[in-house]
């Protein structure tokens, strides 16, 4: 069974820095392109970042370009992303998502992780 | 940047009716569109990708057409259970830009 599971969201002070974790299990991690997806209280999804099968590769939204890392270590079958400079309206739930065998839709998601810039 | 626009916002249906979404991308995608569904309070659930290719388990009541730059979601028969939010998504190359949502309640 495919799992993902975030960690590392919590409460944090604009200016200030989180390192999110998306721990996978059930699939080859090492074969699949990985995404973190953002989601606003009340408001619709954004795409936020994007890793390739090895990490060579990565794409992010224009909003989070300069300020936020996506990595991965497939030791750990982990992807993480790196938060710096946080801003009020980064506030949102964050959920990794895995891309389908054939494509690159997101098949399947993890519960998401809470991150609240404020003073 | 492409731009994805779905419309309508917000619609309210009949349990029975036939409902179609549409998404609107600024620039030609191909047909690398997906459909997701987020129920209140849960994770994103993709619906169909490839346009018109319905995902694993998915009910046969959803059916998505398109390409290029206009594409719609149909339920052909209101559910009870339909009552979500539905978003499309871009994935041709980055960014991978969702659709602001259409909210589909029940009359």
């Known amino acids: 069974e495919v799992q993902l599971v975030e960690s590392g969201g919590g409460l944090v002070q604009p200016g200030g820095s989180l390192r999110l974790s998306c721990a996978a299990s059930?699939?080859?991690?090492?074969?699949?392109?990985m995404h973190w997806v953002r989601q606003a209280p009340g408001k619709g999804l954004v795409w936020v970042s994007r890793v390739n099968r090895d990490g060579s590769s990565a794409d992010y939204a224009d909003s989070v370009k300069g300020r936020f890392t996506i990595s991965r270590d497939s030791a750990e079958n982990t992807v993480y992303l790196q938060m710096n400079t946080l801003r009020a309206e980064d506030t949102a739930i964050y959920y990794c998502?895995?891309?389908?065998?054939?494509?690159?839709?997101?098949?399947?998601w993890g519960q998401g992780t809470l991150v609240t810039v404020s003073s | 940047d492409i731009q994805m626009t779905q419309s309508p916002s917000s619609l309210s249906a009949s349990l029975g009716d036939r409902v179609t979404i549409t998404c609107r991308a600024s620039?030609?995608?191909?047909?690398?569109l997906a459909w997701y569904q987020q129920k209140p309070g849960k994770v994103p659930k993709l619906l169909i990708y490839a346009a018109s290719t319905l995902q694993s388990g998915v009910p046969s009541r959803f059916s998505g057409s398109g390409s290029g730059t206009d594409f719609t979601l149909t339920i052909s028969t209101l559910q009870p259970e339909d009552v979500a939010t539905y978003y499309c998504q871009k994935y041709n190359s980055a960014p991978w830009t969702f659709g602001q949502g259409t909210q589909v309640e029940i009359k």
């Open positions: 620039q030609g995608i191909g047909s690398y």
């Open positions: 998502a895995r891309v389908t065998n054939n494509g690159w839709a997101l098949e399947y």
């Open positions: 059930g699939f080859t991690f090492s074969g699949y392109w």
